[in-house]
């Protein structure tokens, strides 16, 4: 294995000298695992995924990752990284799109069975007709599967999502999934300047004793655990058993709120917060409004812009607030359904208020002037 | 038990369940039990819900009897009949989820042996004829062709049984079953054979009408997969609940199909699995 010097998570992520790096979002995939003392990582290959994990495993033939394979489905993949987690270790992998909607089933028994994988989510169009272009959509099935999920605007988000991403899903009062979403294409594939960490130093390993649940490796009290399986019982145990487990994994999502505050500064980021209209979105539609809101206030027009960084936990009472003082909500996406219209809509006190639009998807990219277009509209 | 930590803190004795109390003075664990001393300790498997003359439970009792070392052997099941009785067995046990436990397991052992790089864990998959040879056929070939060191127990009652009994790829050709109401249409699924040609370096078929084999075969799958390779076993347990026979007719009718030359025991080992069990032999007699 390389030398690398384990230093604390707070010290890599806001301490650490940081150098200016010019790089794609797969590339930030891998200086993020390079320092993620990451055990074991499985592959497999999807647009615009691939080329993440093809760094990644890079990373494990020079030492830097201790195991690597590349799986034979999504389905397959996702459960072998549950596996890996079962067994105590730090887990790592990343897929998109149709590969997402493949391996679906797994992802709820990850936060069921508590297993703090972190998987990385290059987001893609999905079938049919056939695509390979960035849309967001799979994002609104995963929103209650049990998952935390970070949306990254930039390669930089990505970077430090990552990471920050395996220290609250360790937490031993969260220790639930991670899903760290970034547009495919838009950032895997182009590159920005980054500024991150030397790649001399690494986050602690993961540590299975802090684990709520015991790993399955035999090394703790195997003793059977029920006298009937609930799968048998047709009576209250049976349903509050596994009601109570669900409550359960929805509190440790809301535990990881004070974490995600602490590391990503807040669940979301304003500019101009006391504004008219207010542009609320995600991912790169992010840039895009900050382009739209920058021509908008050079023509006069009073719009701020807020960026949700974390979709679950939702953080609503801070968007409920925000609302309160604006005329308008513009929630531009990269989606036909309007997930995240919907999600806003659902918390504050007037939806609507809400314009969903615009929605771009298939693959289209979401100009500024669709967005200006959509400001002028409410500013009349 | 064989290790501290399954030990009863001093004055907790009394309120731990009896059964506990039972595997911790009598358990298994690290005493090289087989199947000959089952009625003299404590077994791994606890009361189970299955039917009456089940043929899966008489196979999962002389499959764990038989594991070689159960105080570092981790179980990873799938949904169906088998998934009823591993929450009452005191070893580490996964249910994931239908099919997918080749791959689980694979993960799994992987990441075992980064965490106890000096010490053995052996990874036992036990699963039904329908999660092994239809719904996750795919991981579990895939798991053999990658060469994972686990070992593959099919219980093969030839049918979808927990479900209601529906036709599965291992039920016979003709079988009339749920889902297939004339009759299935197709031969019954020869997993041995592939599975030899995808790479396992030892495969079985027998069934518990035959203890002393069944005992042999999981042992020596187990030792083969830590060091040689994968291994597969399939372990013919029929269904009298949805053959509709009767209970006591469960090790009879096994017999009467290795008469009429319709099931029959089978082992293929690799050279290189033979002498890897030669070596052991070796080193044993010195």
Redesign the interface.
């Known amino acids: 294995m390389i030398e690398q010097k384990v230093v604390n998570p707070e010290f890599l992520f806001f301490t650490a000298e940081k150098k200016k790096l010019f790089m794609t979002g797969s590339e930030a995939v891998r200086e993020a695992i390079r320092k993620a003392n990451v055990?074991?990582a499985?592959s497999y290959p999807i647009t615009p995924q691939s080329e993440s994990m093809h760094l990644v495993g890079d990373l494990f033939a020079e030492g830097y990752v201790?195991?690597y394979?590349r799986?034979?489905?999504e389905?397959?993949?996702m459960?072998?990284?549950?596996?890996?987690?079962?067994?105590?270790?730090r887990?790592f992998t990343a897929t998109g799109g149709p590969g997402t909607l493949r391996a679906f089933?797994?992802f709820p028994?990850w936060a069921g069975?508590r297993l703090p994988i972190v998987c990385a989510f290059m987001t893609r169009g999905v079938n049919s007709p056939l695509t390979i272009q960035p849309d967001t959509i799979e994002m609104a099935y995963l929103l209650e599967t049990g998952i935390l999920m970070l949306h990254a605007e930039t390669a930089q988000d990505l970077h430090d999502m990552i990471l920050k991403a395996f220290i609250v899903a360790e937490k031993t009062d969260v220790h639930v999934p991670v899903g760290v979403f970034a547009d495919g294409f838009f950032v895997t594939h182009t590159k920005e300047a980054l500024e991150i960490p030397e790649p001399d130093i690494k986050l602690p390993s993961y540590d299975?004793n802090n684990s709520p649940v015991?790993p399955?490796?035999?090394?703790?009290?195997?003793?059977?655990?029920?006298?009937?399986?609930f799968?048998?019982k047709s009576n209250f145990i049976s349903y509050a058993a596994h009601a109570s487990w669900q409550q359960e994994v929805d509190a440790a999502r809301e535990r990881s709120r004070k974490y995600l505050e602490k590391y990503l500064g807040g669940l979301l980021e304003t500019e101009n917060e006391d504004a008219d209209v207010l542009l609320v979105t995600s991912g790169t539609a992010v840039c895009q409004s900050r382009e739209a809101m920058a021509a908008a206030r050079a023509q006069g027009l009073s719009v701020g812009l807020v960026k949700l960084k974390c979709i679950r936990p939702f953080p609503a009472q801070e968007i409920k607030a925000l609302a309160a003082k604006a005329k308008a909500i513009i929630v531009p996406e990269f989606n036909r359904v309007g997930w995240l219209a919907k999600e806003i809509k659902s918390v504050i006190d007037e939806p609507g208020k809400v314009i969903g639009a615009p929605r771009v998807y298939g693959g289209m990219t979401m100009p500024p002037e669709l967005i200006l277009d959509e400001i002028r509209r409410v500013s009349r | 038990m064989n290790?501290p930590?399954?030990q009863i803190s001093p004055g907790f004795e009394e309120i731990m369940?009896p059964?506990?109390r039972e595997?911790v003075a009598n358990g298994p664990y690290g005493k090289g039990f087989g199947v000959s001393d089952l009625g003299s300790y404590k077994e791994l498997i606890?009361e189970h819900?299955l039917c009456a003359g089940c043929g899966l439970a008489l196979s999962i009792r002389l499959a764990l009897a038989s594991l070689p070392n159960p105080?570092?052997?981790?179980i990873?099941g799938s949904t169906g009949c088998s998934?009823?009785v591993f929450?009452?067995?005191?070893?580490?046990?996964?249910h994931?989820?239908f099919g997918?436990q080749n791959?689980?397991?694979?993960?799994?052992?992987?990441?075992?042996?980064?965490?106890?790089p000096d010490k053995v864990?052996d990874v036992v998959v036990i699963a039904g004829d329908g999660a092994t040879a239809d719904i996750g056929l795919?991981?579990v070939m895939?798991s053999w062709f990658?060469r994972e060191n686990i070992t593959t127990i099919m219980l093969d009652n030839e049918a979808y049984a927990n479900t209601g009994g529906q036709e599965s790829g291992m039920s016979r050709q003709g079988a009339v079953l749920n889902m297939a109401p004339t009759g299935k249409k197709f031969p019954k699924a020869t997993l041995p054979e592939v599975a030899q040609a995808a790479g396992c370096a030892y495969v079985a078929a027998t069934s518990p009408a035959h203890p002393r084999m069944l005992e042999k075969a999981v042992r020596k799958a187990v030792l083969i997969a830590r060091e040689v390779g994968p291994t597969y076993i399939q372990l013919f347990s029929p269904c009298p609940t949805n053959y509709k026979f009767k209970p006591q007719e469960t090790i009879p009718l096994i017999k009467q199909r290795e008469k009429e030359g319709i099931f029959r025991n089978q082992e293929y080992i690799s050279d290189e699995a033979q002498r890897f069990l030669d070596s052991l032999e070796e080193a044993r007699k010195k």
Do not use: C, W
């Open positions: 055990d074991v499985i201790k195991e394979f799986g034979e489905n389905f397959a993949v459960s072998s990284v549950a596996g890996a987690a079962m067994a105590g270790v887990v089933e797994v028994t069975a299975p015991p399955m490796d035999m090394e703790s009290v195997p003793v059977r655990q029920m006298r009937d399986p799968v048998m | 290790k930590i399954f369940p059964e506990y595997l606890e819900p105080g570092d052997t981790v990873v998934s009823l929450p009452q067995v005191a070893l580490h046990n996964i994931s989820l997918n791959a689980v397991a694979s993960g799994l052992k992987r990441a075992l042996k980064l965490r106890f864990k795919d991981m895939q990658r």
